[in-house]
């Protein structure tokens, strides 16, 4: 009686352990299947985030003009999202003009959409070497100063709202520090807030020379299988020179 005690004893050890070892087994291979189908999924993300570029740039190419897209369809669960106020933003600051030293002009701004208005909100404009100087107007054109006041680097301004029209080019643009500054060997840049609440930076001087003559193309990616997975590009596109000029991954998603 007492062998059979032990046996059994024995027995509900073996099945325990082995019934520990299959239940490991199982979890280790769901949890492999299951990053392997993330992994996919959020590299399909990425890849339709990349056809949203494309398209985007595609589009300016063939039309001059760059179109919003909504969860526009690649092929089953694939998608992909270009947009964002920002996106249609073009500055062309290739070859600015300083004026007494302190008064940059000859930047063009121009509204890719064919039929959203653009509307600027705030400007975040920073430079270096900082000397300490104060920024004190900001003119986007058509005989309006959008502010004035006094503002050190990095300062963002609240001013007068501006839109640029749908398929407008506003090429009256200036910025000016008080009277003493020099900025004619500075690196310029700023920070535009738009109504939708799209940011987007651009360097309008590049150590007293031009910088690129650029668009900021968002796209996000979404696979669906059956959960969400999402992907964000923003890439920099010169139109002058034809060419990405920069390229990274971004957290903020295009969500319909």
Known sequence: M??????LIEL????????????GITTYISEAL???ATSINQQKAIYAAQAGVMKAIVDYETNGSITAATDAQIADNLYYSIGGAGMFFL??????SILAGRK???????????????IITHMQVSWAPDGG???????????????SGTAQSGTNIDMIDF????????????????????ISAMTISAILTFSDASTLEIVLLNAGQGSSNAIT????????????????????????TSAIISWEESQEHIIP
């Open 2 to 7: 007492r062998k059979r005690s032990i046996v």
């Open 12 to 23: 509900i050890i073996i099945i325990v352990l082995l019934a520990i070892i299959t239940l």
């Open 34 to 36: 299951n990053f392997n």
């Open 91 to 96: 500055a062309d600051c290739s070859n600015p």
């Open 104 to 118: 940059l002009k000859n930047i063009s701004m121009t509204n890719l959409s064919s039929t959203e208005d653009v």
């Open 133 to 147: 100087e104060n920024l004190t107007e900001i003119d986007l054109g058509r005989a309006t100063v959008e502010w």
């Open 163 to 182: 839109t640029i029209p749908a398929g407008t080019t506003e090429n009256d643009v200036w910025l000016d520090w008080e009277v003493g500054s020099d």
């Open 217 to 240: 193309i968002t796209s996000t990616g979404k696979a669906v299988s059956p959960y969400v997975w999402r992907r964000t590009l923003k890439a920099g596109y010169d139109v002058g």
